[in-house]
């Protein structure tokens, strides 16, 4: 493999399994690869973690030229490691590529030196129920130049975050604001692509919805607003008199890893799945219908994150009365049973380390 290591001589204590939060503490080393118009993508290196020197004119700070990732390895109970689906994000990350311009990294290959650089801190992914390895790929424009272009030179990089359960207290509903005033993407523009420029484009809304007690945004279209899109930064299903319905992936959506493997294993287990056009008016109205069962996110965070109560303008509904939703603890526990290596892997989901 051309991959070079170079091992840390300064190794960090381990965090307590018990208290980890999310994002804060990152491992003892990372991986770097250049990519310059003449060599290509070269030099694929692990190294100890450690701040970067950037030119300040360098285009990804100016411009938000980037893309990223994020993915999670999971301690199985006998010990042993295992990626969830990693072909996947390596997959969109191309895709998200291609969008913002960026050349493509060789997906095989960036897998291969993932699971080297996974392997080589297998001692930091925590072992206590509902933690993991968090695993953030990234690209950026690294040229250092001031005009408005396509980057020449990128930096790929991928660093590693133990995280804690998200669920510490239990799996618990949330509460969501529909937006009416502000809008995350539209077809056209980069709202298929995991960039920077779309979590930059959410925060606004984001403390509003804080603001009046809400924790996340959810989005709708664009347009005519009127037709769900997302939540935050997951994707949305509700469950509608037994079918699983779920916003269509229209360009304006992030295709979710979580989102198919929702609607793969409702298909496999017989369940009606749509994937189509959902006004929230048609939301609100199979509530007071009596048919809305349930409403959740899906997003590798969470994996399934119920919602218990949606407000649009004046109008508030209350779901599954703000309690989770059997179809989501199902949900739930097949995925997350297929992560942490207690359930079967029908679906060769699973790449061991
Ligand atoms: C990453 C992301 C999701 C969820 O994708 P997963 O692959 O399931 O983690 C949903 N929406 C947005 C905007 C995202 O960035």
């Known amino acids: ?80 490691v295992q990626l969830f689906r990693p072909e996947a994000n390596f997959a969109r990350f191309n895709r998200s590529a291609d969008l913002l311009c960026i050349p493509r990294i060789d997906a095989n290959q960036a897998i291969e030196h993932l699971k080297e650089l996974v392997r080589l801190e297998k001692e930091w992914v925590p072992g206590a129920p509902g933690t993991s390895l968090y695993i953030r790929p990234t690209i950026i424009a690294a040229d250092p130049y001031l ?38 993407a539209v077809r056209g523009g980069l709202g298929e692509a995991k960039t920077m420029a779309n979590y930059a484009a959410s925060l606004y809304a984001g403390q509003r919805a804080h603001d009046q007690g809400y924790t996340q945004v959810l989005w709708l279209d664009g347009v005519e607003r009127r037709f769900i899109e997302e939540v935050g930064s997951m994707n949305i299903f509700f469950v509608l008199g037994g079918t699983l319905v779920t916003p269509a992936l229209n360009g304006s959506i992030l295709p979710g890893i979580t989102r198919d493997s929702v609607i793969k294993l409702a298909r496999r287990w017989g369940m009606p799945v749509e994937e189509r056009a959902v006004s929230i008016d048609e939301i609100f109205d199979a509530q007071a219908a009596g048919k809305l069962d349930e409403c959740f996110g899906t997003g590798t965070a969470a994996v399934i994150s119920p919602v218990g109560e949606l407000k649009y303008g004046e109008r508030a509904i209350t779901i599954s009365g703000n309690q989770v939703g059997p179809m989501a603890r199902k949900f739930y526990d097949a995925i997350t049973g297929i992560q942490y290596g207690l359930a079967k892997d029908p679906f060769g989901w699973i790449t061991r380390l």
Do not use: C
């Open 147 to 184: 005009g408005v272009r396509v980057s020449h030179h990128y930096r790929y990089f991928v660093i590693l975050s133990p995280v804690g359960a998200y669920y510490p207290q239990g799996f618990n509903p949330v509460r969501i604001w529909v937006t009416m005033n502000y809008v995350r």
């Open 1 to 80: 493999m051309n991959l070079s290591i170079t091992k840390t001589a300064n190794p960090k204590p381990k965090p307590d399994p018990n208290n980890l939060g999310f994002g804060t503490l990152f491992t003892d080393h990372m991986l770097n690869m250049d990519h310059d118009p003449e060599k290509g993508w070269h030099n694929a290196r692990i190294e100890p973690y450690s701040p970067f020197s950037l030119d300040p004119s360098t285009m990804v700070l100016h411009y938000g030229q980037g893309i990223f990732e994020g993915l999670k390895a999971y301690r199985r109970e006998d010990g042993g």
